[in-house]
């Protein structure tokens, strides 16, 4: 019997398939406008008994994808599950998404006791790397690398993605080097997420789950912030789909 | 609503286009959210002829009162004495608050972050589309927070029968004495503007008016909390909503007949949603009619609400105003006494509120408790911090929200809100 769990995000859809609680598929793809059709082309070929979406987009698959046997849970239920499967001992799950944040703090028994999310504004998600990459014409890839050249650390102040792009121009117009402009905009994004953070009274260890968490700079200003390691899992962007089809499968 | 009251509207000096889409808005609105809800009560009927007359027939009567001599009396907040104004044979409607209306004519007026309810009391004027608001003989402003109290001062030249109450911030002698002297000043000008004289027949006349709308709400509170629960949360706070704008007498008999239906249902075990469905408590920021967007977001979700925590709710209605004075004196410090006892956020300290809301966790056995917060405001966005920690300290899960009346959070929201039903369940 196979299970499979999606996660449907704002920038990227994941597949998980398990067969006897082992991961026997996996896939990635762009979200793009027609989420639906990109669904269709990720579950092509894909016959589980059970498949639980998660993600934005969860409530658009199980109301319109046609499948049987769906069904959907939050991405905080899902990124919870997954990230306790690959660190049993995991306390703290931070997701940067594409457009939402979420800190989610587990009891020792992995139950969610609290969970903490950016509100509707984009602020400090992966969306404002994305623009900030783009302001500096850095490939977004190679950003997290791009900053941590950087030999002294601006301080930015806003974390409107809108502010924070004008005031980025204006340091570069300064004749400010862009890696320090990096460094800074990296160290506002990590700044907020600290913050929420400490609303959840997240213990370690933390795990870093999402598309940010493949920048190696915020990872090492985190670690920094936090005086301790973070957990990056091999496949970050995987969590909420692996929590999905742990869900689908009964846990 | 038929088109018999066009010119009625027109007399009134509403703007007809404006209004037509507003009544558009209101009714897809109600259609959507509370036509789609199953097993109603059939004594939400009444309620639902209210929501389709409410800027009709209710405003048609209102009219007819004003002719026949009555002054009609418009409010913002819970600190009006609706009993005083009962005593001069006038009519206290509330104002509309609850939905976002000519924004960009608002925004011209009130700082951009100012919260919605305020907001809106100011679109509705400025797009001539409350019926309410220009029926009114008085409209009285009551400094609470800041947001209002400041913005009093502009709707002043909006309009040329404000009447601003003055509020106190702190539950103190000094507090108590400013409220009476407030109750006192509106006593005589609510005598001045109806010419009548308040005595204490007509004061014990209106305590018991008010009392007895009380008491059926204080009714239905407890047997909504039933297991399963025979009432949804939104037909609940509609109640609570419908209590501001309609006839009281004829409320609180058709309360009293919702009720009747309840204790029924409680018999067959007869519910809105199955046995054990997550019970969540709100508390926070009143939603004003037609506000209803956190309470569809829960129930669309698979919980139920028990409680509101609010003024248009538990806060609004808790106490009856003590009805066994003789003296017009005695009678006003029964009243002074009732309204002081109400826990706003604009009192400092405000731990009342607090105990209230572990009070209704208790006895609504709820299974969490979700804030509701208006953005900008700050007396209660203040308080949403200790309360989360107060009661997650007592292992009571503890969701906030903060959020205004557009749409365009709602799938955040609705994200936040189930993934608070999974960690409750």
């Known amino acids: 019997m196979k299970y499979a769990g999606i996660d449907i995000g704002s920038r990227s859809i994941e597949i998980v398939v398990l067969r006897n609680g082992n991961i026997v598929h996996s896939a990635k793809t762009d979200t793009t406008f027609d989420l639906l059709a990109q669904c269709k082309l990720l579950m092509k070929g894909i016959e589980a008994a059970k498949i639980v979406a998660t993600g934005y987009g969860r409530k658009l698959f199980t109301d319109e994808s046609g499948i049987n046997h769906v069904e959907a849970i939050t991405e905080i239920q899902a990124y919870a599950l997954g990230a306790r499967r690959i660190y049993p001992d995991v306390r703290t799950v931070l997701d940067i998404g594409g457009q939402d944040t979420k800190v989610i703090s587990l009891n020792s028994n992995g139950k969610v006791v609290k969970f903490e999310m950016n509100d509707r504004c984009a602020a400090g998600t992966g969306k404002f790397i994305e623009f900030m990459a783009a302001a500096l014409q850095v490939p977004i890839e190679s950003f997290g690398a791009f900053a941590l050249k950087a030999d002294k650390k601006i301080h930015i102040n806003s974390m409107c993605t809108v502010f924070a792009e004008s005031e980025a121009t204006s340091l570069m117009a300064r004749g400010e080097k862009p890696a320090n402009i990096a460094i800074g905009l990296h160290q506002a994004i990590v700044d907020r997420t600290f913050s929420m953070l400490s609303r959840v009274d997240g213990k370690t260890p933390v795990l870093f789950a999402g598309g940010v968490a493949h920048n190696p700079c915020v990872k090492s200003l985190l670690e920094e912030k936090l005086r301790d390691t973070i957990i990056i899992p091999d496949n970050p962007d995987m969590v909420g789909a692996l929590g999905a089809a742990l869900y689908s499968a009964g846990r | ?425």
């Open chain 2, 1 to 425: 609503m038929s088109e018999d009251y066009k010119d009625m509207w027109k007399s009134l000096g509403l703007n007809l286009e404006a209004h037509d889409m507003l009544l558009k808005a209101l009714g897809k609105g109600y259609q959507d959210i509370y036509m789609t809800q199953q097993n109603r009560p059939a004594g939400m009927g009444y309620f639902d002829f209210v929501m389709s007359e409410v800027h009709g027939l209710r405003i048609k009567e209102l009219i007819d009162e004003k002719r026949a001599g009555r002054k009609v009396i418009g409010s913002f907040c819970v600190f009006v004495p609706e009993e005083i104004v009962l005593a001069a044979d006038a009519v206290l409607v509330g104002l509309c608050t609850g939905a976002d209306f000519a924004m960009e004519d608002v925004e011209k007026l009130l700082p951009r972050n100012t919260c919605s309810l305020i907001k809106s009391a100011f679109g509705f004027k400025l797009g001539k589309v409350c019926p309410y608001l220009e029926s009114a003989d008085m409209i009285v402003g009551e400094n609470t927070c800041d947001g209002k109290k400041k913005s009093y001062e502009t709707l002043n030249d909006l309009v040329s029968n404000l009447y601003v109450m003055d509020i106190p911030q702190m539950k103190s002698i000094k507090g108590r004495d400013l409220l009476k002297a407030e109750y006192m000043r509106f006593k005589n000008a609510v005598e001045e503007l109806t010419g009548i004289t308040i005595n204490s027949a007509r004061l014990k006349k209106g305590i018991e008016i008010v009392n007895n709308k009380r008491k059926a709400i204080h009714k239905l509170s407890i047997l909504r909390k039933a297991e399963p629960v025979p009432l949804s949360g939104l037909d609940a706070l509609l109640i609570n909503q419908v209590f501001f704008y309609d006839e009281p007498i004829r409320f609180t008999e058709s309360v009293n007949k919702v009720c009747d239906e309840l204790e029924m249902r409680i018999r067959k075990e007869e519910g809105v949603l199955p046995k054990g469905a997550s019970r969540i408590l709100i508390s926070g920021c009143p939603m004003a009619l037609p506000n209803w967007k956190l309470p569809w977001l829960i129930e669309t979700s698979g919980a139920v609400i028990v409680g509101e925590e609010s003024c248009v709710g538990e806060r609004g209605i808790k106490n009856l105003t003590d009805n066994s004075g003789n003296t017009v004196e005695e009678l006003m410090e029964a009243i002074i006494d009732r309204y002081f006892k109400v826990n706003c956020a604009i009192f400092t300290p405000n731990q009342d509120r607090l105990k209230d809301i572990e009070e209704m966790v208790k006895t609504c056995q709820a299974d969490g408790v979700i804030h509701y917060g208006l953005q900008f405001c700050q007396p209660y966005l203040m308080e949403s911090i200790s309360v989360e920690k107060a009661l997650e300290a007592k292992n009571i899960p503890t969701l906030r929200i903060e959020t205004d009346y557009s749409m365009e959070d709602v799938e955040q929201l609705r994200t936040r809100v189930e993934a608070f039903i999974e960690l409750i369940k």
